[in-house]
């Protein structure tokens, strides 16, 4: 045993982070959620449990520290006070691979480093980028993608091969094959992998041991559901035992000779079935809890106390119009400043809105917001970022691209505490939101920002024509919800109905009125905030205005510049498309175009009699009536 064995569990905390108690014994350390490394701190010896791979300390050390290679003496010398010992000195003929795992949009998610040692042993670790010119040694929570992506989707049409291990997929491409493998070693493919596979025609070669046709088996299993062909090339009788594609390409075989085999190599139609029986301590298995452990535990925590879950997957809806992104962004900027939402106590934390849609409104909101709600906080000091575009969650290179911008705005911010979508459907770009499968991707993808974030999750999504059948589309995102909101509109006040409420008793029923506001320093310029009303004043004081008339005052007030200047016919225009949108009528349909100016000229007429705007010249121009502070000015976007 080398002399500096003794630190072998504090590198292995550097390399592992922290240690599994639970399954710690004696002088054995355990690592990781299910014990798969482990070191002897009395021999100084470390063995990865899945790979297979051991080694002393020193051959941890190279793995820990790859950047010191070439000094590895001077290296733990500084780090941990240690005499220069000349059997630290790395052999010339150890060797460091790296093997960069690219998203779809040529973004680095994660990489491999592969050491082969001088004595002939290996071994593998998996890394990520910190965001700030480092790395972090784990890639626990990233969704796994399979190597060689980027080539994989530029030639959409060519053959794809599935290998064991990046350095096959590399000597494949030497040979101007489009190969990919994923990292982890075998057994390790998914239908994470398989996904990006679909309608291709795929190639599977295993190695040529148990664990090999083990692995083959699997990755044929996985990409029958998806791919449109799958071949299985089957090199066994051609292999040294545990020998690979590489191997048989070093035995002299030839580019040529590859392709007539794989014209002879049968396609698979039934799933395989998996070679030989998979050993006891190959299985992971869940972790369980037992009945005393259950009765203790803690009580559930709150975002937004009675409201929210700290930690759960909410929707909030109603139709066009109803006051949910007024709801929504004072709920945001409420966690984001740590202040009550009108009375129920926050937990703080960085807010990320995802506006699919127009974003134009949302700074007059929170302006408004600030100063009515804030309290004199200073805009620039709130952890509060609004990502202006839409997101497509069931876009895997999306989600990758989203996934990236948190841990880069984290730097920033801190951790997320609450993640906005506002809305469901934009959230769906080429799904349909009826489909229980597409639902599903939507849902999974919330659980996976949900759980690598630790952050809640808050979609917006709309009602149908009828809203007492609750919200649009599927039912399974109200079953995959932990908490659903209904927000109904009347006039200018709003009724928040919690009606699931998972793993607590639903909230009572809130009710606010939308108060107009001057904001800035601009005479004439207005937005709107919440005041929460008791349900008294809701019975005496009734609706202000109806449905579309306060969206015509939210058109008229978008289409206004600072001059007070109305364009109104840029405010029918969109008055029109939202009112056929919320139909659901066609936008080339004249007949329902021309209804749906006649109820603008409706609510005009009604806003005129109210004293709001002044009519001149057949509704072509208008002046708003500057002495009213009627509420409904700019009132809820849609």
């Given at each position: 045993?080398?002399?500096?064995?003794?630190?072998?569990?504090?590198?292995?905390?550097?390399?592992?982070?922290?240690?599994?108690?639970?399954?710690?014994?004696?002088?054995?350390?355990?690592?990781?959620?299910?014990?798969?490394?482990?070191?002897?701190?009395?021999?100084?010896?470390?063995?990865?449990?899945?790979?297979?791979?051991?080694?002393?300390?020193?051959?941890?050390?190279?793995?820990?520290?790859?950047?010191?290679?070439?000094?590895?003496?001077?290296?733990?010398?500084?780090?941990?006070?240690?005499?220069?010992?000349?059997?630290?000195?790395?052999?010339?003929?150890?060797?460091?691979?790296?093997?960069?795992?690219?998203?779809?949009?040529?973004?680095?998610?994660?990489?491999?480093?592969?050491?082969?040692?001088?004595?002939?042993?290996?071994?593998?670790?998996?890394?990520?980028?910190?965001?700030?010119?480092?790395?972090?040694?784990?890639?626990?929570?990233?969704?796994?993608?399979?190597?060689?992506?980027?080539?994989?989707?530029?030639?959409?049409?060519?053959?794809?091969?599935?290998?064991?291990?990046?350095?096959?997929?590399?000597?494949?491409?030497?040979?101007?094959?489009?190969?990919?493998?994923?990292?982890?070693g075998s057994g390790n493919w998914g239908d994470e992998h398989s996904k990006w596979l679909a309608d291709r025609q795929v190639i599977v070669v295993p190695d040529n041991d148990e664990a090999g046709r083990k692995h083959g088996a699997k990755v044929v299993n996985s990409l029958l559901p998806v791919a449109k062909e799958v071949r299985l090339l089957d090199l066994s009788d051609q292999l040294p035992e545990k020998g690979d594609i590489v191997d048989w390409l070093d035995s002299g075989k030839t580019r040529q000779q590859l392709a007539s085999l794989v014209k002879g190599a049968p396609a698979i139609s039934e799933a395989m079935q998996d070679p030989g029986e998979i050993e006891q301590?190959?299985?992971?298995?869940?972790?369980?809890?037992?009945?005393?452990?259950?009765?203790?535990?803690?009580?559930?925590?709150?975002?937004?106390?009675?409201?929210?879950?700290?930690?759960?997957?909410?929707?909030?809806?109603?139709?066009?119009?109803?006051?949910?992104?007024?709801?929504?962004?004072?709920?945001?900027?409420?966690?984001?400043?740590?202040?009550?939402?009108?009375?129920?106590?926050?937990?703080?934390?960085?807010?990320?809105?995802?506006?699919?849609?127009?974003?134009?409104?949302?700074?007059?909101?929170?302006?408004?917001?600030?100063?009515?709600?804030?309290?004199?906080?200073?805009?620039?000091?709130?952890?509060?970022?609004?990502?202006?575009?839409?997101?497509?969650?069931?876009?895997?290179?999306?989600?990758?691209?989203?996934?990236?911008?948190?841990?880069?705005?984290?730097?920033?911010?801190?951790?997320?505490?609450?993640?906005?979508?506002?809305?469901?459907?934009?959230?769906?770009?080429?799904?349909?939101?009826?489909?229980?499968?597409?639902?599903?991707?939507?849902?999974?993808?919330?659980?996976?920002?949900?759980?690598?974030?630790?952050?809640?999750?808050?979609?917006?999504?709309?009602?149908?024509?009828?809203?007492?059948?609750?919200?649009?589309?599927?039912?399974?995102?109200?079953?995959?919800?932990?908490?659903?909101?209904?927000?109904?509109?009347?006039?200018?006040?709003?009724?928040?109905?919690?009606?699931?409420?998972?793993?607590?008793?639903?909230?009572?029923?809130?009710?606010?009125?939308?108060?107009?506001?001057?904001?800035?320093?601009?005479?004439?310029?207005?937005?709107?905030?919440?005041?929460?009303?008791?349900?008294?004043?809701?019975?005496?004081?009734?609706?202000?205005?109806?449905?579309?008339?306060?969206?015509?005052?939210?058109?008229?007030?978008?289409?206004?510049?600072?001059?007070?200047?109305?364009?109104?016919?840029?405010?029918?225009?969109?008055?029109?498309?939202?009112?056929?949108?919320?139909?659901?009528?066609?936008?080339?349909?004249?007949?329902?175009?021309?209804?749906?100016?006649?109820?603008?000229?409706?609510?005009?007429?009604?806003?005129?009699?109210?004293?709001?705007?002044?009519?001149?010249?057949?509704?072509?121009?208008?002046?708003?009536?500057?002495?009213?502070?009627?509420?409904?000015?700019?009132?809820?976007?849609?």
């Open positions: 045993m080398h002399k500096y064995a003794e630190h072998i569990v504090e590198v292995a905390q550097e390399l592992w982070g922290d240690i599994n108690k639970k399954m710690s014994h004696g002088h054995e350390v355990r690592f990781g959620s299910y014990g798969s490394k482990s070191v002897d701190k009395e021999k100084g010896v470390w063995t990865d449990h899945e790979t297979n791979e051991s080694g002393g300390f020193v051959d941890l050390c190279k793995i820990a520290y790859p950047e010191a290679n070439g000094h590895l003496a001077d290296f733990l010398e500084k780090r941990f006070g240690m005499d220069k010992d000349p059997t630290f000195a790395p052999k010339n003929r150890d060797k460091i691979t790296t093997y960069d795992y690219i998203g779809d949009h040529g973004v680095l998610v994660y990489q491999v480093v592969r050491t082969d040692f001088a004595d002939g042993k290996k071994t593998f670790r998996q890394q990520r980028p910190d965001g700030q010119g480092g790395w972090i040694s784990s890639i626990k929570g990233i969704e796994r993608i399979p190597y060689n992506l980027p080539e994989i989707l530029h030639h959409a049409k060519r053959w794809v091969w599935v290998v064991e291990g990046e350095k096959c997929v590399e000597r494949l491409r030497d040979l101007g094959i489009v190969a990919t493998t994923n990292n982890g301590d190959e299985i992971e298995v869940y972790p369980t809890m037992d009945l005393s452990a259950l009765m203790t535990m803690p009580p559930v925590k709150f975002l937004v106390d009675s409201m929210f879950t700290r930690y759960g997957f909410s929707v909030m809806y109603g139709p066009p119009g109803c006051g949910k992104t007024f709801l929504a962004l004072d709920i945001a900027l409420s966690v984001a400043s740590g202040r009550d939402f009108h009375g129920l106590p926050v937990q703080q934390g960085a807010v990320l809105y995802i506006c699919g849609e127009g974003v134009g409104g949302i700074g007059k909101r929170v302006k408004a917001w600030i100063e009515n709600r804030g309290g004199g906080i200073d805009e620039n000091e709130l952890p509060f970022r609004v990502l202006p575009t839409a997101v497509d969650f069931t876009n895997p290179g999306d989600v990758e691209k989203l996934k990236a911008t948190i841990h880069q705005l984290e730097e920033k911010t801190g951790k997320f505490s609450l993640i906005v979508v506002d809305t469901v459907a934009r959230a769906l770009l080429g799904a349909d939101e009826n489909s229980a499968t597409d639902i599903g991707k939507f849902v999974k993808t919330c659980d996976v920002l949900k759980e690598m974030f630790q952050a809640a999750l808050l979609g917006l999504h709309h009602s149908g024509k009828d809203g007492s059948r609750g919200m649009r589309g599927s039912s399974a995102l109200l079953g995959a919800v932990d908490t659903s909101i209904q927000v109904k509109k009347s006039g200018a006040q709003l009724t928040v109905v919690t009606e699931k409420q998972k793993d607590a008793e639903p909230a009572e029923d809130y009710f606010f009125q939308m108060e107009s506001a001057e904001i800035g320093t601009i005479g004439g310029e207005t937005s709107v905030y919440l005041r929460k009303i008791s349900a008294d004043e809701v019975a005496a004081d009734g609706a202000s205005f109806n449905e579309k008339e306060l969206k015509a005052m939210n058109c008229l007030r978008d289409a206004t510049d600072r001059n007070d200047v109305i364009s109104v016919e840029v405010a029918r225009d969109s008055f029109v498309f939202w009112l056929l949108e919320k139909d659901g009528a066609d936008v080339t349909d004249k007949k329902a175009k021309d209804r749906a100016r006649k109820a603008w000229g409706r609510a005009i007429n009604a806003l005129e009699t109210a004293d709001i705007v002044v009519v001149h010249a057949g509704n072509r121009k208008m002046e708003w009536v500057k002495e009213t502070d009627t509420v409904g000015h700019g009132s809820d976007k849609v």
